[in-house]
């Protein structure tokens, strides 16, 4: 993972120096079917990856990614190289907007993105404990006891609701498919950092409007697609209750590195860079 943060840290600051070539995705059957593309300039090589969604099916995302024009190609697993892309950038944001004492993490969702969220933000601070709330007690179980071995100087915890996993927590991490949002505003402590992953169609929610409102700063990985796919960006400056000129984008926020306060938000809908820098990272291991 820690390698995965720095090959997607990377890659976002090629984004935004102009490296990539990147097609807005195509998206078929109301997100049932994604193609997303990327070629990167200075490298000559390419990535295309095809994605099959079925959110009622485990794992619900099955694909692959094709990575190409230098030696041979490498044919990778598409879930596998998501979650770890979709952890990774969540990393990076963490990384550049949390505080670097935070250490009380609150997950909400249990499902195939969530252990790499929680390996993520430990790549990147020194995680103290992990409240774990899902819809599915059980999955929550599951996943806290694995993860405790596998950290086993973090203590973690099955939340039993939202409002109990969000009481102490320096950063937050949503990864469902929610379709209304999480938490109301209220829940979440005056100092915070948000991670939204889960929701990709403009159906989607995870995020209340009023955190989108009066965050300090909203930082998305592409403005287009945020605007395209990410349900609450959309319905908040529909709202007018966020400006799209205030919306920065990862790679120029690591480019000049904001000054930060109180709640901070990232909502990544991912883009076909990721995926580029975990690919790259797989070809460089097996040569």
Same mark, same amino acid.
């Given at each position: 993972?820690?390698?995965?943060? @720095?090959?997607?840290?990377?890659?976002?600051?090629?984004?935004?120096?102009?490296?990539?070539?990147?097609?807005?995705?195509?998206?078929?059957?109301?997100?049932?079917?994604?193609?997303?593309?990327?070629?990167?300039?200075? %490298?000559?090589?390419?990535?295309?990856?095809?994605?099959?969604?079925?959110?009622?099916?485990?794992?619900?995302?099955?694909?692959?990614?094709?990575?190409?024009?230098?030696?041979?190609?490498?044919?990778?697993?598409?879930?596998?190289?998501?979650?770890?892309?979709?952890?990774?950038?969540?990393?990076?944001?963490?990384?550049?907007?949390?505080?670097?004492?935070?250490?009380?993490?609150?997950?909400?969702?249990?499902?195939?993105?969530?252990?790499?969220?929680?390996?993520?933000?430990?790549?990147?601070?020194?995680?103290?404990?992990?409240?774990?709330? %899902?819809?599915?007690?059980?999955?929550?179980?599951?996943?806290?006891?694995?993860?405790?071995?596998?950290?086993?100087?973090?203590?973690?915890?099955?939340?039993? #609701?939202?409002?109990?996993?969000?009481?102490?927590?320096?950063?937050?991490?949503?990864?469902?498919?929610?379709?209304?949002?999480?938490?109301?505003? #209220?829940?979440?402590?005056?100092?915070?950092?948000?991670?939204?992953?889960? #929701?990709?169609?403009?159906?989607?929610?995870?995020?209340?409007?009023?955190?989108?409102?009066?965050?300090?700063?909203?930082?998305?990985?592409?403005?287009?697609?945020?605007?395209? @796919?990410?349900?609450?960006?959309?319905?908040?400056? @529909?709202?007018?209750?966020?400006?799209?000129?205030?919306?920065? @984008?990862?790679?120029?926020?690591?480019?000049?590195?904001?000054?930060? %306060?109180?709640?901070?938000?990232?909502?990544?809908?991912?883009?076909?860079?990721?995926?580029?820098?975990?690919?790259?990272?797989?070809?460089?291991?097996?040569?």
């Amino acid at each position: 993972m820690r390698d995965a943060v @720095e090959a997607v840290r990377d890659a976002f600051d090629g984004l935004a120096a102009g490296h990539f070539t990147q097609p807005e995705r195509l998206v078929f059957g109301d997100g049932r079917v994604l193609v997303m593309t990327a070629y990167h300039e200075p %490298s000559g090589t390419g990535v295309v990856k095809t994605l099959g969604v079925q959110l009622d099916r485990d794992p619900a995302i099955l694909g692959t990614v094709v990575w190409t024009g230098a030696g041979e190609p490498l044919v990778a697993d598409a879930t596998a190289v998501t979650t770890l892309r979709t952890g990774a950038v969540t990393g990076v944001a963490t990384d550049l907007l949390a505080p670097p004492s935070a250490g009380h993490l609150a997950l909400l969702g249990s499902g195939a993105q969530a252990a790499d969220q929680v390996r993520a933000i430990a790549a990147v601070r020194e995680l103290r404990e992990v409240a774990i709330h %899902s819809r599915t007690t059980g999955n929550a179980r599951a996943l806290s006891e694995r993860l405790g071995t596998e950290f086993p100087a973090v203590s973690f915890r099955v939340a039993e #609701s939202v409002e109990d996993a969000l009481a102490d927590a320096e950063i937050v991490n949503c990864a469902t498919s929610s379709e209304t949002p999480l938490f109301a505003l #209220s829940a979440l402590p005056q100092n915070v950092h948000v991670n939204a992953i889960g #929701s990709f169609r403009p159906s989607m929610r995870e995020l209340p409007g009023e955190l989108l409102a009066t965050a300090s700063i909203v930082v998305v990985d592409q403005i287009g697609a945020a605007l395209e @796919e990410a349900g609450e960006v959309i319905k908040a400056v @529909e709202d007018g209750v966020l400006d799209r000129g205030s919306i920065v @984008e990862l790679g120029a926020a690591l480019r000049e590195p904001p000054a930060v %306060s109180g709640r901070t938000v990232f909502k990544s809908v991912g883009v076909a860079a990721q995926d580029w820098a975990i690919a790259r990272s797989l070809a460089a291991y097996e040569e």
